[in-house]
């Protein structure tokens, strides 16, 4: 199986611009989760998706959002950029399974934002 | 806020010898996985253990889990070179949504030949 692909991968934006960041899940995986990784705060979740639905949100401002297509994939979109939105972002997928949420995931290779 | 400190930040070694990183959490959890991280890349999933397990094995890797102590431990065994990378824990919050990982600050390790 074809592992969890993000795009693109390198992305230079400017202050107040919007940016757009796509990920494609394993097959099969209905669940996609989205991850900001800085120097300074580290890896911090932002929101999970299932089955179209955004399940889980973590603590970050409205000019992040998200949404997921009926194929599974997801994409976040950041509005009016922020200095300090560069970073990493990871998106990661896993498929539901009858773990009761003990399920691993599969993280993609991550989208690198620098906004200058 | 994070959930998971780790310690030590960072740990050098020498081919052959072996590596423990600690993990702990402050609040209760429904599992605690190890993930492993080269060079800002994406992040690997190594080992995932539940709230009612206290030890996991998978090759060289040993995981222990306190719950008791809100504490894990990653042992990596015989490191080699191929073992320098950054290693976080995550944990999933009893109730706090299955797949939202919260991770730790992670240890960066250095395996010399």
């Known amino acids: 199986k074809a592992g969890v692909t993000q795009t693109p991968r390198y992305l230079i934006k400017t202050r107040g611009q919007q940016v757009t960041l796509s990920c494609s899940p394993i097959?099969?995986?209905?669940?996609v989760s989205w991850y900001q990784q800085t120097p300074g705060q580290g890896l911090q979740f932002l929101f999970e998706?299932?089955?179209?639905?955004?399940?889980n949100k973590g603590n970050f401002p409205g000019r992040f959002s998200g949404r997921q297509f009926s194929n599974s994939r997801s994409e976040m979109n950041v509005s009016t950029l922020e200095l300090g939105d560069s970073a990493l972002y990871l998106c990661?997928?896993?498929?539901?399974?009858?773990?009761?949420?003990?399920?691993?995931?599969?993280f993609g290779p991550g989208t690198r934002l620098t906004v200058l | 806020s994070q959930q998971g400190e780790e310690d030590p930040q960072a740990l050098s070694i020498q081919e052959g010898e072996n590596a423990t990183m600690n993990c702990s959490y402050k609040?209760?959890?429904?599992?605690l996985q190890w993930y492993r991280q080269n060079s800002g890349r994406g992040l690997v999933h190594l080992i995932l253990?539940?709230?009612?397990?206290r030890e996991k094995h998978s090759g060289r890797l040993r995981v222990t889990l306190d719950t008791s102590k809100k504490s894990s431990s990653l042992l990596i065994t015989a490191s080699r070179a191929a073992d320098t990378a950054s290693y976080f824990c995550a944990t999933v919050l009893l109730g706090g949504g299955y797949n939202k990982l919260i991770f730790g600050a992670g240890t960066r390790l250095a395996v010399h030949p």
């Open positions: 253990i539940r709230s009612n397990e």
């Open positions: 097959s099969g995986h209905r669940s």
């Open positions: 998706y299932f089955s179209e639905t955004q399940r």
């Open positions: 990661a997928s896993s498929s539901p399974g009858a773990g009761g949420g003990n399920n691993e995931q599969f």
């Open positions: 609040t209760s959890i429904n599992n």
